[in-house]
């Protein structure tokens, strides 16, 4: 029997088979990235954003794709980006 295989993004942002799911699920246009049971996230699969959806294993993975915490679900972690984004002149 063939073992399941999970689409995940990896850290050079291309997409890599894994027999492990994904623990953070993002948005591939708005490069943002959060908790797969996020209330924006599922609230918004009803109005396409399931097309857009892709998983990462991790939050390095994640960040180092170049994907932002959501502002929803990782608030801590949201905060901390804008702060070193504002320090950096990113935003």
Known sequence: MTEK???????D???VLSA??????????????????CR?????LPTGYAKHRV???DEATAIAAGY????????AEYGTWV?????SGRL
Not at 5 to 11: N, R, Y
Not at 40 to 44: L, P, Q, T, W
Not at 83 to 87: D, K, L, P, T, V
Request: hydrophobic content about 30%; proline content about 6%.
């Open 5 to 11: 295989q999970f689409t995940l993004i990896g850290p």
């Open 13 to 15: 942002g291309q997409e």
């Open 20 to 37: 492990v799911p994904g623990t953070l699920g993002g948005n591939r246009r708005r490069k943002i990235y959060g908790r797969l049971d």
């Open 40 to 44: 924006s996230a599922v609230g918004s």
């Open 55 to 57: 998983f990462f294993a």
């Open 68 to 75: 932002r915490p959501c502002g929803t679900c990782m608030q």
């Open 83 to 87: 702060e070193e984004a504002m320090r």
